[in-house]
């Protein structure tokens, strides 16, 4: 009865509580934001139930369990009445059973509240299913609960002991990154980029993990997923009920820790105090000097305090451990010879911008409210001290503090670095780390105002962690904030590279950093002004405006509006929503176009004109249309998908324009119909500018160290373009569309093309042209373009070049203007060219598997149509690698500067530049002309290359060690996803396309044997290689049926038209 009366107080005090009520708001949202911003309609509802209550509770739970603790457990400290309340007739056990069962009733019914608000979203997109009902409370009963438990008693053993705020922030705030890093390293589902790095750790941790992540995950890759848990599930849950049991005993055995501390001597009675005397001195008024003293005594004090000695040792420790534990990365089974670019890059773009924002907020809350916690807000607000000096000591107190953290991340990255062995450059340490601490200190000055002005520090510090939602997680995005000014005092700086530095984004640093630097400023004035020597005390100029202020806000502001002004116009569509609603205009505009006849683009004159310093391009176009419809066309609709218009626009006939500048449309009407088989010019000009309030992205961009245009979505098109429709359901509703209704490519493609098309997007009919351009860059540079080098020659100081296609290439173009150096070398009749920044053994492998993939290709499959190819090196913005016809991009960090690790069976340079090279095949010979079909032609065929040539060249052990490789990544992919899996032909997941394919084509190449699948290859290419019709994924699988027996066509079946996974994770496809 007494412990019922004891949970009922506690009850009513936690309902006073503003930071409960804080949490009961917070959490839900939360669970909202997490549940809402996974989309599909394929999808597994109960595995991505499940992966959603992973993720609320580690990422939630320990902060919150950490953040309640110290009103629930503390409160008697926190008010010193805890000699009072030990004087009740209340028994210690009950009085912590009482409060250790309110925590966790409290973090266990929020939790609750989370996954009640994840259910219901689900359940809106799925409908209502009892058996998510029933994983919910499963979930609940045995995930949650432990938890909750366990971090409840963790929390009074801690509170008995050391009876300290700080301790329990810094413990849970620990556990909550410890945990995230482990996660990290265990291949969480719901971390990016998180792969399972060490078994031992990954077996570990299904035992240790206090949420049981870890023993579920590891059932994910079962087919279908176990969901429920197995033995070692149940025994760790058992194991942290336990432990939550022994740690609540632990508390009642505890006794609090005292500190040693000696009390003074008085010193009255002292012979010397007799003939003492004092005399009255007046004080000099110097703000400089109490600026100095205020700054002086704050860093001082701060520096004492133990929990903040701690955290610089640890956060040297963790950055030197970070720095070393990846310096050499490039990829797996890859490493670096590391530089200090490398290094800082490890760090300065992710650990310390968001750890050193937690500290920073940590920092400014102590300096703002140790006044008010060591009882002397009321003396200083009575001394002679004005607003203004006691913000700014402050400030330069904190900054002092922010600069002391960049220095011991120098010592701690330059620490690893001489371990490392890696090449040192002072000179990029106060580059990076100077833009980090300007950006930390800019995010201190707007938390120190948000202290100023409050009068309560609980709100103030939602107000920061406000400002840290927005700033580090989706939730900006999710209320549809996309915008780069919600990275608050922040840029959208990129990291730097290798390649060229911080070529990709240095123009956009200062812009922003101005900016909020002008508003940092004028509201530091205005809490200067508004405030009274403290947040606690009100003032009477509070919310009132004077000259100066409203001049230094109205800077701010116009600077703000002038900056938003400049970005929105260099790229208008910059949200996802705005983004959506041009597809949806597009289509609702001009959706009846899809039925009307139009002529095709046969060949384009190009005269572009590249100028890097200036960032520029200028295109002048000549098309020349076809009509090859049996019908007249009597009109053109002409347009583009960029923030560039299409200027000049006209054509060789009689002819009027409409125009659409809100979407870049043009309608043009013939004065005579362009009759079948008649031809008519285009012209039409564009202007291509570098954003310089943007980072510089593929795909177009001219910078002085690498430009490059690509046609789409640059260049105009013919035509509706079913390429620009909105294909996500939900988004379709929501502008009022109609559902597509696309059936997968294995039921499109049923029949062969020979047949009538049962769908309209199964229509096939390749987009090829011929070209000739004439591309003109600085001098010093190469200007690049696809086909035949025809001539170059300089002119008015500028290098030019002419181009020539052989024959009719895939309307996929680009230009480039390149420095660096060039190596080339002719191979048959085909001219390969590398442009590198410098060559080493690295280029001289690419072009090896060139030559291997050109060799091989031409003997057993299609000769190259091409004269010229050529392989360039890219900077670390985009993937890997990427093909265009006759062009191949591959990543310089990956491809020119890494070496194979000393445990890798294979060298990833070599096998990607043997599967960019087989795109000139698969993806811009076939696999392309049906919009309607996956990429299983380009991406899987690719990988069969692969295996093939990394065996030829290296042997059968480095190709099993692919294989190996690829088992794995697939195996983690496969426990990440939430989708439910298709046939390999209907994939679109990376992981499908990539690894699935690979062992497949393993287990066909040991089966079949490469002769039957070249043969199919062959006569895919017989039937379908251009002018003919397009091949489809379904085209080869029915010509491998064709070259083999019934038994062996039940094969080919299980492994391209099932869904069946177990063949290819339990190691099946080893010979």
Known sequence: ?????????????????????????????????????????????????????????????????????????????????????????????????????????????????????????????????????????????????????????????????????????????????????????????????????????????????????????????????????????YLNRLCYCLLAGGLFYLSLRLKPYQHSVKPLLD??????????????????????????????????????????????????????????????????????????????????????PFVGSLLTLLWSYQLSWRNRYSGMAELIAAAPVRSGVLLAGNMLALTALILLLMLLSALACLAAEWQANSEINLSLYPELLGQVALSLALLGALFSVLHAICRAPLTATAGCISILLLKFTPLSSKLGLSHPLWNIAGSPLQAADAFWGFEQSQSVFWPFMTSWLLLTISLLWL???????????????????????????????????????????????????????????????????????????????????????????????????????????????????????????????????????????????????????????????????????????????????????????????????????????????????????????????????????????????????????????????????????????????????????????????????????TLSRQHGATRLTLYIPLINAAAELNMQAMQDTLDWMTQHIAPYRGKQLSLLAMPDIGATGYALPQLIMINHRVGFRANPAADAGFDQRYRRAVH?????????????????????LIEALAKYIELVLIEQRYGSTAMQALVNYERERFALAVRRSTEQTPALVDATANHDLYSRATLVFAILRQQLGDAVISQALRQLWQQHGYPKTPATSMDFVRALQAQISPHQQQLVTDLFLSTELSPLLDGSSEP
């Open 1 to 233: 009865m007494l412990l019922l009366k004891l949970l009922h107080n506690e009850w009513r005090y936690l309902q006073r509580q503003p930071l409960l009520w804080l949490a009961l708001i917070l959490l839900p949202l939360a669970a909202y934001i997490f549940a809402s911003g996974i989309a599909g309609i394929d999808t597994i509802a109960d595995k991505r139930l499940q992966a959603l209550h992973m993720t609320l509770l580690m990422f939630y739970l320990p902060l919150l369990c950490g953040a309640l603790a110290p009103v629930v457990l503390l409160r008697d400290h926190n008010h010193n009445m805890t000699e009072l309340i030990h004087s009740t007739p209340v028994p210690l056990a009950q009085r912590l059973l009482a409060r250790a069962g309110s925590l966790f009733l409290l973090c266990a019914g929020l939790m609750l509240t989370g996954f009640i608000v994840i259910y219901c979203q689900l359940s809106l997109q799925f409908g209502f299913q009892s058996s998510l009902l029933l994983l919910g409370l499963w979930d609940f009963a045995l995930m949650a609960l432990p938890a909750c438990a366990f971090y409840a008693t963790l929390a009074t053993c801690l509170a008995q002991r050391f009876s300290g705020n700080v301790v329990l922030y810094a413990v849970f705030a620990s556990l909550w990154l410890v945990y995230l890093v482990l996660a990290s390293l265990n291949g969480a589902p719901m971390l990016a980029s998180s792969t399972i790095r060490y078994d031992w750790l990954f077996n570990a941790m299904r035992l240790l993990d206090p949420f049981g992540n870890t023993s579920l995950i590891a059932l994910y890759q079962l087919t279908p997923a176990q969901l429920y848990g197995d033995s070692i599930f």
């Open 267 to 352: 010193d009255n009675g002292h012979k010397l105090a007799a003939t003492l005397s004092y005399q009255a001195v007046t004080p000099l008024h110097s703000n400089v000097r109490q600026l100095w003293q205020l700054t002086r005594t704050a860093v001082i004090t701060l520096l004492k305090q133990r929990l903040n000695q701690l955290i610089l040792l640890g956060w040297t420790l963790l950055l030197g451990s970070e720095v070393l534990s990846g310096i050499n990365y490039a990829e797996p089974l890859a490493v670096l010879n590391a530089t200090s670019l490398d290094a800082l890059n490890r760090i300065a773009w992710d650990v310390v």
């Open 527 to 821: 809490a200067a002004r508004w405030s009274h020597r403290s947040g606690s005390f009100s003032n009477a100029k509070r919310w009132t405006l004077d000259l100066s202020s409203s001049a230094l806000l109205a800077l701010a502001i116009f600077s703000g509006v002038h900056l938003h002004l400049n970005i929105s116009a260099e790229r208008p569509l910059s949200s996802a929503y705005l983004r959506a609603k041009w597809r949806a205009d597009y289509e609702q505009r001009y959706a009846s176009w899809a039925t009307l006849v139009q002529p095709t683009i046969s060949h384009i004159d190009a005269q572009v004109d590249i100028y890097p310093q200036q960032g520029e391009a200028v295109f002048a176009l000549d098309y020349t249309l076809q009509n090859r419809t049996a019908e007249p066309v009597s009109k053109l609709l002409v347009g583009n998908y960029s923030a560039t218009a299409i200027t000049g626009l006209q054509l060789s006939v009689p002819h009027s324009i409409e125009a659409d500048k809100q979407l870049g449309q043009y309608v043009l009407t013939l004065t005579q119909p362009l009759a079948p088989g008649g031809t008519v010019q285009m012209q039409s000009k564009l202007r291509f500018k570098q954003p310089g309030y943007w980072p510089a992205q593929l795909p177009q961009l001219v910078k002085p160290s690498f430009s490059y245009l690509r046609s789409i979505p640059l260049l105009p098109t013919l035509g509706f373009q079913t390429e620009y429709q909105l294909r996500n359901t939900e988004l379709r509703q929501q502008h009022g569309l109609a559902a597509l209704a696309l059936a997968k490519p294995s039921q499109l493609f049923t029949t062969a093309q020979s047949t009538a098309p049962v769908h309209p997007a199964a229509i096939a009919e390749y987009d090829w042209v011929s070209l000739h351009s004439v591309v003109s860059t600085d001098s010093g540079q190469t200007p690049l373009a696809q086909g035949e080098l025809l001539r170059q020659w300089q002119q008015h100081g500028r290098q030019y070049a002419e181009y020539q296609s052989r024959g009719p290439i895939r309307n996929a173009l680009a230009w480039y203007s390149l420095s660096g150096q």
């Open 916 to 936: 960019e090279t087989a795109h000139q095949w698969f993806g811009h010979d076939i696999g392309n002309g049906v919009l309607a079909d996956s990429a299983f």
